[in-house]
């Protein structure tokens, strides 16, 4: 392990009580929850729309369907960008006429974003699409911003920002490394 230190932006309180500000302001923005899709872009933003599909649950009532999307076949910089293994898409419902949610947990340069948009598009086209991000951390080669964003957290290039959730890492916060 190199010997960088770990800086913590959010601790594992303050990350819930982020998420439970986002859920309050998905149900100010989005008049008819029935009509949301949240979808997940791998691999934190998948679990992140599961922590905030029960969180809406809770506030509401109301479930709030969710899906996955994996835009790795969309990206114009696969090769700058490596390859994972590719996790399914799946959405649950046709997205004609629906708010579709992206959820992402760092946006950087933008390009995953609109991937993302494009695999979308492929499935149809939706009344709306939002964007929300756990952390902002700037440096966008694209015109795309977050509707709903945790925390912006500038940094330089070389750093890497980290959401970290219990049932993927037994620890939970948001670091800079």
């Not at 872009?41 to 009532?61: C, Q, S």
């Not at 947990?105 to 699409?129: C, F, K």
Request: net charge positive.
């Amino acid at each position: 392990m190199s010997n960088k230190k770990r800086v913590i932006i959010l601790t594992e309180v303050e990350l819930r009580k982020t998420l439970s500000r986002l859920t309050s302001e998905i149900i100010e923005k989005v008049k008819n929850l029935e009509n949301l899709v949240l979808v997940g872009i791998p691999t934190r933003g998948i679990d992140l729309a599961g922590v905030l599909a029960k969180d809406l649950f809770t506030k509401t009532g109301m479930r709030v369907r969710k899906g996955t999307i994996d835009p790795t076949f969309y990206r114009d910089d696969q090769n700058r960008v490596g390859s994972r293994l590719m996790k399914a898409t799946d959405i649950p419902i046709p997205i004609e006429k629906k708010e579709i949610l992206l959820i992402d947990d760092v946006i950087y340069t933008g390009r995953t974003t609109r991937a993302a948009m494009d695999a979308l598009y492929s499935w149809g086209r939706p009344q709306r699409v939002m964007l929300l991000v756990m952390v902002d951390r700037g440096h966008r080669e694209l015109p795309i911003q977050p509707d709903f964003c945790g925390k912006i957290v500038p940094t330089a290039k070389h750093e890497i920002i980290s959401l970290r959730l219990h049932n993927i890492d037994n620890e939970e916060g948001v670091f800079l490394e």
